[in-house]
């Protein structure tokens, strides 16, 4: 008898541990100092929820023939599918009312100022201190029952987005994760060219670090010309320098073909989200690796050949 109230006297001390330790566990809400960094979030999340209903409909779209077939042949994954769908939709319902609400917020905010929801500029700045201490928002110090509710409202507001955002993202992984077991890709367009893109920024750094090289080698060319255009050493020079105007136009149009991808990508697609099989790519794919390998080389090649001269 003793010991299965110990048991019992466990369990309950157990399961009160979980919920302290789950509840303190709190998701920060935007950071709201002032009218415009409010501002600034509720466009962040605007031009985010675009993109994601967006995707949204292509992904709804290959997802009923894909739930068709494995309600049929694999009820087990239909299941995880229709699950995942199901996430991906209310977490972005969710996040469209919630935004909606913080727009009103803001309205309210702008047209009565009277309300002090944020303080002053002067005020803000002796707050600095507080703000980094305590992590929060806006202070609640002297504020009048409405102006607090309002700052509530807002906190609130954004942490159900913030929350429903992570949750869209981790179940939309997790389709993903479903997809590669079936040896197939579920590609996003905008987050691969995106990605891409910023791999492009890398690289464009390192073609910049080559300018003062080639400018070198300009001056070269113009004093070889100058002296004699007709002579071996001018003939060389000339040549290698349409070999790297050749060069320079092909980083040129991968550069552009990467800028322009999303578009390319999509109508090659039909569509800004597809599946296909782990071993395929489509021909937006296969073009940007070749050129990326080009481009590569030829960064490389490129101080190799300035220096041979």
Same mark, same amino acid.
């Given at each position: 008898?003793?010991?299965?109230?110990?048991?019992?006297?466990?369990?309950?001390? +157990?399961?009160?541990?979980?919920?302290?330790?789950?509840?303190?566990? /709190?998701?920060?809400?935007?950071?709201?100092?002032?009218?415009?960094?409010?501002?600034?979030?509720?466009?962040? /999340?605007?031009?985010?929820?675009?993109?994601?209903?967006?995707?949204?409909?292509?992904?709804?779209?290959?997802?009923?023939?894909?739930?068709?077939?494995?309600?049929?042949?694999?009820? +087990?994954?239909?299941?995880?599918?229709?699950?995942?769908?199901?996430?991906? $939709? $209310?977490?972005? $319902?969710?996040?469209?009312?919630?935004?909606?609400?913080?727009?009103?917020?803001? /309205?309210? /905010?702008?047209?009565?100022?009277?309300? +002090?929801?944020?303080?002053?500029?002067?005020?803000?700045? =002796?707050?600095?201190? %507080?703000?980094?201490?305590?992590?929060?928002?806006?202070?609640?110090?002297?504020?009048?029952?409405?102006?607090?509710? @309002?700052?509530?409202?807002?906190?609130? $507001?954004?942490?159900? &987005? &913030?929350?429903?955002?992570?949750?869209?993202?981790?179940?939309?992984?997790?389709?993903?994760?479903?997809?590669?077991?079936?040896?197939?890709?579920? @590609?996003?367009?905008?987050?691969?060219?995106?990605?891409?893109?910023?791999?492009?920024?890398?690289?464009?750094?390192?073609?910049?670090?080559?300018?003062?090289?080639?400018?070198?080698?300009?001056?070269?060319?113009?004093?070889?010309?100058?002296?004699?255009?007709?002579? =071996?050493?001018? =003939?060389?020079?000339?040549?290698?320098?349409?070999?790297?105007?050749?060069?320079?136009?092909?980083?040129?149009?991968?550069?552009?073909?990467?800028?322009?991808?999303?578009?390319?990508?999509?109508?090659?697609?039909?569509?800004?989200?597809?599946?296909?099989?782990?071993?395929?790519?489509?021909?937006?794919?296969?073009?940007?690796?070749?050129? %990326?390998?080009?481009?590569?080389?030829? %960064?490389?090649? %490129?101080?190799?050949?300035?220096?041979?001269?």
């Amino acid at each position: 008898m003793f010991y299965r109230k110990k048991i019992r006297v466990s369990i309950v001390i +157990g399961a009160l541990f979980l919920f302290i330790s789950c509840s303190s566990r /709190t998701v920060s809400s935007w950071v709201m100092r002032d009218i415009h960094s409010l501002d600034a979030n509720i466009m962040n /999340t605007k031009q985010w929820l675009k993109k994601e209903q967006s995707n949204y409909k292509y992904l709804d779209k290959i997802m009923k023939k894909e739930l068709d077939y494995y309600r049929k042949k694999d009820f +087990g994954v239909y299941q995880k599918l229709e699950e995942e769908m199901k996430i991906i $939709n $209310n977490s972005l $319902n969710k996040i469209k009312s919630r935004l909606s609400k913080q727009v009103k917020l803001a /309205t309210k /905010t702008k047209k009565k100022p009277s309300l +002090g929801v944020f303080d002053s500029d002067q005020n803000q700045e =002796n707050k600095k201190s %507080l703000f980094g201490r305590k992590n929060k928002n806006t202070a609640t110090v002297n504020k009048s029952e409405k102006a607090i509710k @309002v700052i509530q409202s807002l906190e609130k $507001n954004s942490i159900v &987005i &913030i929350e429903n955002q992570s949750n869209y993202s981790i179940s939309r992984e997790r389709m993903i994760g479903i997809f590669i077991k079936k040896k197939y890709r579920l @590609v996003f367009i905008r987050d691969q060219v995106k990605q891409w893109n910023q791999h492009l920024k890398d690289l464009i750094y390192e073609r910049e670090k080559l300018i003062p090289t080639i400018d070198s080698f300009n001056l070269i060319l113009s004093e070889a010309l100058f002296k004699s255009a007709n002579s =071996n050493y001018a =003939n060389n020079i000339i040549n290698l320098s349409k070999r790297i105007e050749r060069y320079n136009d092909e980083m040129d149009r991968f550069e552009s073909y990467v800028n322009n991808l999303e578009r390319i990508a999509g109508k090659q697609a039909k569509g800004l989200v597809y599946l296909i099989k782990e071993d395929q790519e489509k021909k937006y794919e296969k073009k940007y690796k070749k050129d %990326l390998y080009n481009y590569k080389s030829i %960064l490389k090649e %490129l101080p190799k050949l300035i220096e041979s001269i």
